[in-house]
């Protein structure tokens, strides 16, 4: 199974924000343990990185960003997917859009978010985190 995290499951993690923390740990031990290939958008990584910048110092994001990115996978776009989530009517949240462009380059089964009315329209099936676990679960 191929799963685009987005970011907001990183930074339950990360911050360990309740109630979302068990599930992001969850989901990270999934990719960890290799039951599940993870990926997260290669814009993801900068984001989470600025977003981060409060609760901690440059050098500790980069640690935290560079051990996930030891069982992660990071899945860049190019010229062609911007242009293309640019042009979609479909989407009003381009980061949201870059991150479907992302999970069709690795044919992701889903997207991993908190946020599954963002992707409405994507082509790719948005998930909820408890969700997925339930479904992995039963795998």
């Known amino acids: 199974m191929v799963i685009l995290i987005d970011t907001n499951i990183i930074l339950d993690y990360f911050v360990l924000r309740q109630p979302f923390a068990d599930n992001a740990c969850d989901i990270l031990t999934l990719c960890f343990k290799e039951k599940c290939n ?7 990584v900068s984001n989470i990185f600025y977003i981060l910048r409060k609760q901690f110092s440059v050098s500790k994001r980069k640690e935290l960003l560079i051990d ?15 242009i293309d989530a640019l042009t979609d009517e479909d989407f009003n949240d381009f980061e949201d859009r870059l991150q479907v462009e992302c999970a069709r380059l690795i044919n992701a089964d889903y ?29």
Do not use: W
Not at 114 to 135: G, H, V
């Open 68 to 82: 996930l990115c030891e069982f992660i996978e990071v899945a860049g776009i190019q010229k062609k997917q911007v």
């Open 38 to 44: 993870g990926y997260i958008a290669a814009h993801s």
């Open 111 to 139: 997207i991993i978010t908190r946020n599954i009315s963002d992707f409405l329209s994507s082509p790719i099936p948005a998930i909820l985190p408890e969700d997925f676990l339930q479904k992995m679960a039963v795998n």
